[in-house]
């Protein structure tokens, strides 16, 4: 059965890749195979048309959320949904929600996902490419994809590097030995950019290393987690209000805030569960520091719903921006819909039954 993954980034407003060292030389028409794209749904792998086509991304949205509706009218009916503040509260509260795949590019695939499972300890879960789309994605983790947060990479033929910007932090790993891991690192030719100790004011050992496409990953000291991918850190402009819109509109808690004026940021942690045994979404504020650049390289989060339409009406009322109207998507009929939080970052959310049933 198709698994679940294809056109979402088809709506993902990008900088171009023009100024990149290695700019891929690919044609494309921006509608080409749109029906195909939209039936595979990938959580962020191929090439977004901004960047492949240097659009303009309104035009793009819009062009696309029209081809959406076109293929969708007259055998779907949508969900009606409107509903007050304190219904949405109410039900983001109680919905059954939990982050699916954290989704980046690479510029290679089979070096990354050696390094993932060699030095890091995740396990290949799948593996797949789509030739006439030009792109092959793979998915890892430590337990399967039903219970566990995965990491979703996408490979786009012949773009070997991307810009990952200023606004993306670093992913956390949960270690047992943090020193026996960086040991590891670098015997396989790992950069590490922190050696192991204490976090300032704390005891948790911590060390830092680069994968082999420039992403940052924190490692973390701790004993056996059922979750050991337990973070992804993003930079926002303003920290109180991206914990209000968390808050109401994904019902994540505050699990914890932290303020260091020596260094000049503060973070908070929020989830849906404790540090220690959940995948969380480290958010940290830089003083003075109100903008970032998003590169071309970390895309975005997933997460589960057990209604998209609702989900999406409460984003709207708690201040994110839908890019993709909640609903089934043409050819497998999982429902989706896409969202920018207030900073701009993209977030996806995906049908609880209609996500296992793509498993199967």
């Given at each position: 059965m198709a698994s679940l993954s294809v056109a979402l980034n088809l709506l993902t407003p990008?900088?171009?890749?023009?100024?990149?060292?290695?700019?891929?030389?690919?044609?494309?028409?921006?509608?080409?195979?749109?029906?195909?794209?939209?039936?595979?749904?990938?959580?962020?792998?191929?090439?977004?048309?901004?960047?492949?086509?240097?659009a303009e991304a309104p035009k793009l949205l819009a062009a696309e959320g029209n081809t959406i509706k076109a293929a969708t009218a007259g055998n779907i009916t949508q969900e009606s949904t409107s509903f007050t503040e304190v219904d949405a509260m109410d039900w983001v509260k109680n919905d059954n929600r939990r982050m699916l795949h954290f989704v980046y590019s690479v510029g290679d695939l089979d070096k990354t996902i050696k390094f993932y499972t060699e030095c890091l300890g995740m396990k290949l879960l799948r593996k797949r490419d789509i030739p006439e789309d030009r792109y092959t994605n793979a998915f890892l983790g430590y337990g399967p994809e039903e219970s566990n947060v995965t990491v979703e990479l996408t490979y786009n033929y012949g773009v070997n590097k991307y810009?990952?910007?200023?606004?993306?932090?670093?992913?956390g790993i949960?270690?047992?030995?943090?020193?026996?891991?960086?040991?590891?690192?670098?015997?396989?030719?790992?950069?590490?950019?922190?050696?192991?100790?204490?976090?300032?004011?704390?005891?948790?050992?911590?060390?830092?290393i680069e994968d082999p496409n420039g992403y940052n990953f924190e490692l973390l000291e701790r004993g056996p987690s059922p979750?050991?991918?337990?973070?992804?850190?993003?930079?926002?402009?303003?920290?109180?209000?991206?914990?209000?819109?968390?808050?109401?509109?994904?019902?994540?808690?505050?699990?914890?805030?932290?303020?260091?004026?020596?260094?000049?940021?503060?973070?908070?942690?929020?989830?849906?569960?404790?540090?220690?045994?959940?995948?969380?979404?480290?958010?940290?504020?830089?003083?003075?520091?109100t903008e970032y650049d998003k590169g071309n390289g970390y895309t975005q989060i997933a997460l589960s719903t057990d209604n998209v339409y609702?989900?999406?009406?409460?984003?709207?009322?708690?201040?994110?921006?839908?890019i993709r109207e909640p609903g089934p998507l043409p050819g497998i009929n999982t429902k989706i819909t896409a969202c920018l939080d207030p900073d701009g970052w993209k977030l996806v959310f995906v049908d609880n039954i209609d996500f296992l049933r793509e498993l199967e």
């Open positions: 990008r900088p171009s890749l023009l100024h990149s060292p290695s700019p891929p030389s690919f044609k494309f028409s921006p509608f080409h195979n749109t029906s195909r794209r939209l039936a595979l749904f990938q959580l962020g792998i191929a090439l977004p048309q901004a960047q492949l086509f240097n810009d990952i910007g200023t606004g993306f932090g670093h992913f949960a270690v047992e030995d943090v020193a026996k891991t960086v040991d590891l690192v670098k015997a396989k030719g790992g950069k590490v950019t922190k050696e192991p100790g204490p976090v300032t004011n704390g005891s948790t050992v911590t060390a830092m979750e050991p991918l337990c973070k992804v850190m993003l930079r926002v402009g303003d920290l109180d209000r991206s914990i209000n819109f968390y808050k109401k509109a994904f019902g994540m808690e505050l699990l914890g805030k932290r303020d260091n004026p020596e260094y000049k940021y503060t973070k908070a942690i929020m989830g849906y569960g404790p540090e220690d045994k959940n995948a969380v979404l480290e958010l940290t504020y830089n003083y003075g520091v609702k989900s999406a009406e409460a984003i709207k009322l708690f201040g994110g921006k839908i």
